[in-house]
């Protein structure tokens, strides 16, 4: 009867660690599946935050930093407007005459924006120069040196005067004397460009009426 007894007993407390150990199994498993659960949750959501990211950049970049240009609007103050090459060139060949300068709107357009000059300021100081888009014509020296914005300097051409081989060149080397002697200097609005460019008093206001009348 004794021995029964602690038989009896012996299989009570394991049946009762049995117990324990496969709730503490059941435990341990619920916790790791809730662990594996939460890890995967915060993977999923790093990985849609990076999704959204990339998504982002991706719809930035939807227009090529070289078919486009900001351009502050200096004479009117109004705000900052994108537009293409060919939307500029087409604003800009619609006033450049009939003569050496006409077409060459997208020629100006898409050097200004390699340089970041704007291309608005650029033509209108050729038209003001050369009388191009008048109705006499360019003048002798874009004629005859394709000089374009009445730069001195070498190599000389009728007297003091830059020469250049081409219209083509012309436009360009207008360009780079806005850039590396203007705009990167801060001279970036018809405003500080007048008084270092030109001795006349109403050199600002007649290259403003260009301005306005070529972003109209």
Same mark, same amino acid.
């Given at each position: 009867m004794r021995k029964s007894h602690i038989i009896s007993v012996l299989l009570s407390i394991c049946g009762t660690s049995m117990i324990v150990l496969a709730l503490i199994i059941i435990g341990l498993t619920d916790k790791d599946s809730f662990i594996s659960y939460s890890s995967s949750d915060q993977i999923l959501t +790093? @990985?849609?935050?990076? $999704?959204? @990211?990339?998504?982002?950049?991706?719809?930035?970049? +939807? /227009?090529? !930093? *070289?078919?486009?240009?900001?351009? +502050? *609007?200096? +004479?009117? =103050?109004? !705000?900052?407007?994108?537009?293409?090459?060919? *939307?500029?060139?087409? &604003?800009?060949?619609? #006033? $450049? =005459? &009939?003569? $050496?300068?006409? =077409? &060459?709107?997208? $020629?100006?357009? /898409? #050097?200004?924006v390699s340089l970041q000059v704007d291309p608005f300021v650029a033509t209108a100081i050729m038209l003001h120069e050369t009388g191009c888009g008048g109705s006499k014509g360019c003048s002798k020296l874009t004629r005859t040196c394709y000089n374009v914005a009445g730069q001195k300097g070498r190599p000389n051409c009728m007297g003091a005067y830059k020469g250049y081989s081409s219209i083509d060149e012309g436009i360009r080397g207008a360009i780079n004397n806005l850039h590396k002697n203007y705009y990167s200097m801060g001279y970036n609005t018809v405003e500080r460009i007048g008084p270092k460019y030109a001795e006349s008093n109403t050199w600002v206001s007649k290259i403003n009426g260009y301005v306005y009348k070529l972003k109209s």
């Amino acid at each position: 009867m004794r021995k029964s007894h602690i038989i009896s007993v012996l299989l009570s407390i394991c049946g009762t660690s049995m117990i324990v150990l496969a709730l503490i199994i059941i435990g341990l498993t619920d916790k790791d599946s809730f662990i594996s659960y939460s890890s995967s949750d915060q993977i999923l959501t +790093t @990985s849609m935050k990076y $999704l959204s @990211s990339t998504t982002i950049q991706e719809v930035s970049m +939807t /227009s090529p !930093p *070289e078919t486009t240009l900001s351009i +502050t *609007e200096a +004479t009117q =103050g109004d !705000p900052i407007t994108m537009m293409t090459i060919d *939307e500029i060139a087409e &604003k800009l060949n619609r #006033y $450049l =005459g &009939k003569d $050496l300068l006409a =077409g &060459k709107g997208g $020629l100006i357009a /898409s #050097y200004c924006v390699s340089l970041q000059v704007d291309p608005f300021v650029a033509t209108a100081i050729m038209l003001h120069e050369t009388g191009c888009g008048g109705s006499k014509g360019c003048s002798k020296l874009t004629r005859t040196c394709y000089n374009v914005a009445g730069q001195k300097g070498r190599p000389n051409c009728m007297g003091a005067y830059k020469g250049y081989s081409s219209i083509d060149e012309g436009i360009r080397g207008a360009i780079n004397n806005l850039h590396k002697n203007y705009y990167s200097m801060g001279y970036n609005t018809v405003e500080r460009i007048g008084p270092k460019y030109a001795e006349s008093n109403t050199w600002v206001s007649k290259i403003n009426g260009y301005v306005y009348k070529l972003k109209s």
